[in-house]
Nanobody
Framework: QVPLVEPGGGSVQAGGSLRLSCAAS????????MGWFRQAPGKEREFVAA????????YYADTVKGQFTISGDGPRNAVYLQMNLLKPVGTTVYYC??????????????????WGQGTQVTVVS
């Protein structure tokens, strides 16, 4: 069973907005933070944004600063990603992830212990 589920993907026109959500499914756990990554066809999975529950800090990749906003609910292990002014880059799969060990940095895939199955986002011109 996938520990995190991510409804909310879909297709949107360039310049539009989309909100992704991610929540724990079935398994009970406590996380120190959660994050979003994305992967385009043929490319490496890259960091998008993260949130650390203890201090409420948020972190963003330079490419999405001012465009995306991460938020969430720590006790529920739920995280959201509001994406605005989307660019026509075609199809990208977004993944949410949870850090169960208190990683110092939340920008690498190795900082996370649980992953969702991914949700597809298509931005068309």
């Amino acid at each position: 069973q996938v520990p995190l589920v991510e409804p909310g993907g879909g297709s949107v026109q360039a310049g539009g907005s989309l909100r992704l959500s991610c929540a724990a499914s079935g398994r009970t756990f406590s996380s120190y933070g959660m994050g979003w990554f994305r992967q385009a066809p043929g490319k490496e999975r890259e960091f998008v944004a993260a949130i650390r529950w203890s201090v409420g800090s948020t972190y963003y990749a330079d490419t999405v600063k001012g465009q995306f906003t991460i938020s969430g609910d720590g006790p529920r292990n739920a995280v959201y990603l509001q994406m605005n002014l989307l660019k026509p880059v075609g199809t990208t799969v977004y993944y949410c992830a949870a850090d169960l060990q208190g990683s110092c940095i939340l920008e690498f895939t190795t900082d996370y212990d649980l992953w969702g199955q991914g949700t597809q986002v298509t931005v068309v011109s």
